[in-house]
């Protein structure tokens, strides 16, 4: 890529430097080659103009031969000022000797000082001879003054001629040059851009062959290989790009196997209760009290069931965009209190306390804020201490929004980065009772697209003395 650039910026800078040479060497061709050559031929004109008062008596001469004389005496001030060349100190003489010097034809240099001091000396006689520098007794043109004055006009003119072809010789010497240059230019680049892609590839193949393999490799066996790739460039920036998204992929595999051993575990649980229940229930039909038992055992059972599935549907349904959302004036204290209800019965070594504050109703999908509640009180009851209770306060006292907050104390087998527990299958490690609920990992990624769908926020935080807080701010 710097190569290139390099080549790309001389090019440019090249491209400049000959249009603006191209540019100097037009604007001089056209003013101090071809000017003077167009402005010889009108000397000749006046020259010519002569020719018809060599038969007129002095006193037409006098007044006829005043314009032809002043357009030459016009000329040739002008043509010794700006375009002697022999004698000019003007750069583009100074140019246009040098192109001669080149050319070996330095000798018309002396030609054409000579042919315009003899116009000047002529057109100096005739101005005396005709009048024109003061009275004479009888103005005359004489032929001989009239034909060496057009001789020495001619010779200048082609001594001019000349010059254009010279400085035209030069001038296309110097194009020449220039696009010798750039054809040189960019066939070394040409060649410079080979060699450096060719020195690029036996640079860079190995190390892309290597991510090749390493990306077929995983996706082939799921294999999570680290690519040794270290530098600055941009292909090491791509490898420790592949080796954390590797990582995190291979992570998310391990945290959905876990999850998936945790949720089968957890559907295993209480089917086999259910079953064995039902048996017992079967069996003792005549008992009313073990009966009465045994279905109790597995109404909560289903319920905890129920849960686990609604909240597997829901998930992805939410991963896919898909979750349905229907509001309507919702009481969130009517819903929490149901919701704590059906959760003592599965999770009676924990008490948990209500306290409301205001009216909470607003305008919400109740199934979803019921789920998202269940979800918020399982994942505290995972991490809370042994029987320690867990405290749910509703805060109704705004009128614009309804907090819920859920405080328990634990947590110690949690993450450092709680944000890590709303991912997808973040399983929370829980050594409780058998028939006790624990997080399977998507309850809280499940408050999240709920809260998302409500414009409500949630966020998790942890507080002095190990004390866990969820909290959930819905608007009404």
């Given at each position: 890529m710097l190569s290139q650039l390099i080549l790309a910026a001389l090019g440019i800078t090249m491209s400049i430097v000959a249009l603006k040479r191209l540019a100097?060497?037009?604007?001089?061709?056209?003013?101090?080659?071809?000017?003077?050559?167009v402005v010889i031929s009108s000397g000749i004109e006046s020259s010519n103009a002569l020719y018809p008062l060599l038969a007129r008596p002095p006193s037409d001469v006098s007044v006829e031969v005043r314009e032809p004389m002043v357009r030459l005496r016009s000329f040739i001030d002008r043509y010794q000022r700006e375009w002697l060349t022999a004698t000019s100190t003007l750069p583009e003489a100074i140019h246009l000797r040098a192109a001669l010097a080149r050319a070996g034809e330095l000798v018309l240099l002396e030609e054409e000082r000579e042919a315009a001091d003899t116009i000047a000396a002529v057109v100096m006689h005739l101005e005396r001879t005709t009048g024109l520098m003061g009275p004479t007794p009888a103005p005359h043109v004489r032929r001989a003054d009239v034909e060496h004055l057009s001789d020495a006009l001619v010779k200048l003119h082609r001594i001019n001629l000349r010059y254009m072809e010279v400085a035209y010789d030069a001038f296309d010497h110097?194009?020449?040059?220039?696009?010798?240059?750039?054809m040189a230019v960019g066939l070394g680049g040409v060649t410079a851009a080979s060699l450096f892609g060719l020195a690029v590839r036996r640079?860079?193949?190995?190390?892309?062959?290597?991510?090749?393999?390493?990306?077929?490799?995983?996706?082939?066996?799921?294999v999570y290989e680290p690519l040794g790739d270290?530098?600055?460039?941009?292909?090491?920036?791509l490898a420790h790009t592949l080796n954390t998204s590797f990582k995190a992929i291979a992570e998310r595999d391990k945290d959905r196997d876990r999850f998936l051993a945790v949720a089968a575990h957890e559907l295993k649980t209480p089917l086999t209760t259910m079953k064995g229940f039902s048996q017992v229930a079967l069996t003792h039909r005549n008992d009313t009290a073990i009966r009465e038992r045994a279905l109790t055992i597995i109404d909560r059972q289903a319920?905890?069931?129920?849960?686990?599935?609604?909240?597997?549907?829901?998930?992805?349904?939410?991963?896919?965009?898909?979750?349905?959302?229907?509001p309507e004036a919702i009481d969130v204290e009517e819903l929490a209190r149901r919701v704590i209800g059906e959760l003592e019965l599965v999770a009676r070594d924990h008490s948990i306390r209500l306290v409301p504050r205001g009216d909470a109703h607003l305008l919400g999908d109740p199934a979803l804020v019921e789920q998202a509640l269940w979800s918020l009180l399982v994942q505290a009851v995972s991490v809370a201490l042994e029987r320690d209770p867990v405290l749910v306060t509703i805060d109704a006292?705004?009128?614009?929004?309804?907090?819920?907050?859920?405080?328990?104390?634990?947590?110690?087998?949690?993450?450092?980065?709680?944000?890590?527990?709303?991912?997808?299958?973040?399983?929370?490690?829980?050594?409780?009772?058998?028939?006790?609920?624990?997080?399977?990992?998507?309850g809280l990624h499940l408050v999240q697209g709920i809260a998302r769908l409500h414009g409500a926020r949630f966020w998790i935080e942890r507080r002095a003395g190990d004390l866990m807080v969820f909290s959930l701010e819905l608007r009404r």
């Amino acid at each position: 890529m710097l190569s290139q650039l390099i080549l790309a910026a001389l090019g440019i800078t090249m491209s400049i430097v000959a249009l603006k040479r191209l540019a100097i060497e037009t604007a001089y061709l056209r003013h101090y080659v071809f000017q003077p050559f167009v402005v010889i031929s009108s000397g000749i004109e006046s020259s010519n103009a002569l020719y018809p008062l060599l038969a007129r008596p002095p006193s037409d001469v006098s007044v006829e031969v005043r314009e032809p004389m002043v357009r030459l005496r016009s000329f040739i001030d002008r043509y010794q000022r700006e375009w002697l060349t022999a004698t000019s100190t003007l750069p583009e003489a100074i140019h246009l000797r040098a192109a001669l010097a080149r050319a070996g034809e330095l000798v018309l240099l002396e030609e054409e000082r000579e042919a315009a001091d003899t116009i000047a000396a002529v057109v100096m006689h005739l101005e005396r001879t005709t009048g024109l520098m003061g009275p004479t007794p009888a103005p005359h043109v004489r032929r001989a003054d009239v034909e060496h004055l057009s001789d020495a006009l001619v010779k200048l003119h082609r001594i001019n001629l000349r010059y254009m072809e010279v400085a035209y010789d030069a001038f296309d010497h110097i194009r020449r040059r220039i696009l010798l240059v750039f054809m040189a230019v960019g066939l070394g680049g040409v060649t410079a851009a080979s060699l450096f892609g060719l020195a690029v590839r036996r640079a860079i193949a190995p190390r892309i062959h290597r991510m090749v393999t390493a990306v077929q490799r995983f996706r082939e066996r799921g294999v999570y290989e680290p690519l040794g790739d270290r530098g600055d460039d941009e292909l090491a920036v791509l490898a420790h790009t592949l080796n954390t998204s590797f990582k995190a992929i291979a992570e998310r595999d391990k945290d959905r196997d876990r999850f998936l051993a945790v949720a089968a575990h957890e559907l295993k649980t209480p089917l086999t209760t259910m079953k064995g229940f039902s048996q017992v229930a079967l069996t003792h039909r005549n008992d009313t009290a073990i009966r009465e038992r045994a279905l109790t055992i597995i109404d909560r059972q289903a319920t905890r069931l129920g849960r686990l599935v609604q909240d597997l549907l829901w998930s992805a349904r939410i991963s896919g965009g898909e979750l349905p959302f229907k509001p309507e004036a919702i009481d969130v204290e009517e819903l929490a209190r149901r919701v704590i209800g059906e959760l003592e019965l599965v999770a009676r070594d924990h008490s948990i306390r209500l306290v409301p504050r205001g009216d909470a109703h607003l305008l919400g999908d109740p199934a979803l804020v019921e789920q998202a509640l269940w979800s918020l009180l399982v994942q505290a009851v995972s991490v809370a201490l042994e029987r320690d209770p867990v405290l749910v306060t509703i805060d109704a006292g705004s009128a614009a929004r309804v907090l819920i907050t859920i405080e328990v104390r634990g947590g110690k087998d949690l993450p450092e980065d709680l944000e890590k527990l709303l991912e997808p299958f973040a399983v929370v490690a829980f050594e409780g009772r058998r028939d006790q609920p624990r997080s399977t990992g998507i309850g809280l990624h499940l408050v999240q697209g709920i809260a998302r769908l409500h414009g409500a926020r949630f966020w998790i935080e942890r507080r002095a003395g190990d004390l866990m807080v969820f909290s959930l701010e819905l608007r009404r």
